[in-house]
């Protein structure tokens, strides 16, 4: 059965979704390969919801580097090693899809470990933010390149002020 709440964020508001006592969905507004409302379950609240805005907003004040929060992935095999992956890249450092690739024993697969990438169902506790070209220049993002830039830049200490962050959409 699952449940979510939503809670705010520099980033926006953030759909949080539960399935029973651990959290399998974190969605931004407008987010690419965001599920149907219907699927995120009815409006509740819970000890996953309560611990996940609390460690979200140490993330956002600078406080917590890591989660610590019962997670359920749901998607493929490779999917799911895709997403275990990034879970392994540190705080404010980054990562190629390429570099992941090998990681998981195929140098070939960057490509679908960018779609996995793009699915990740549990956006910035499960950092695909992280993940960056071969060149190190910002590629496709969820959530929008503008809140990639802003996670990046806030992790390596260089967001000014999290209230700075505008959408795309709001952008002057």
């Known amino acids: 059965m699952r449940s979510h709440t939503i809670v705010d964020s520099p980033c926006g508001p953030l759909t949080l979704v539960a399935e029973g006592a651990a959290l399998c969905g974190l969605y931004m507004h407008e987010q690419r390969h965001r599920p149907a409302e219907p699927t995120f379950g009815s409006r509740g609240a819970g000890e996953v919801f309560e611990a996940a805005e609390a460690q979200l907003a140490e993330y956002f004040a600078g406080r917590r580097r890591e ?9 493929t095999p490779f999917q799911r ?4 992956a990034l879970l392994d890249i540190p705080y404010g450092e980054t990562a190629s899809y390429g570099e992941l690739a090998r990681l998981l024993g195929n140098p070939a697969a960057s490509r679908a ?6 699915k990740n169902p549990i956006s910035i506790i499960v950092p695909c933010h992280r993940v960056v070209g071969s060149t190190g220049a910002l ?5 929008g390149l503008e ?3 802003y996670l990046l830049d806030f992790e390596r200490g260089a967001a000014a002020d ?3 962050w505008e959408p795309a959409s709001t952008a002057v």
Request: no cysteine; glycine share 20%; proline share 7%.
């Open 162 to 164: 999290p209230s700075s």
């Open 147 to 149: 809140r990639k830039r």
């Open 67 to 75: 989660f610590d929060l019962p997670l359920a992935f749901r998607g």
């Open 81 to 84: 090693s895709v997403w275990a």
């Open 113 to 118: 470990v960018g779609l996995a990438n793009g």
């Open 139 to 143: 590629t496709g993002y969820g959530g």
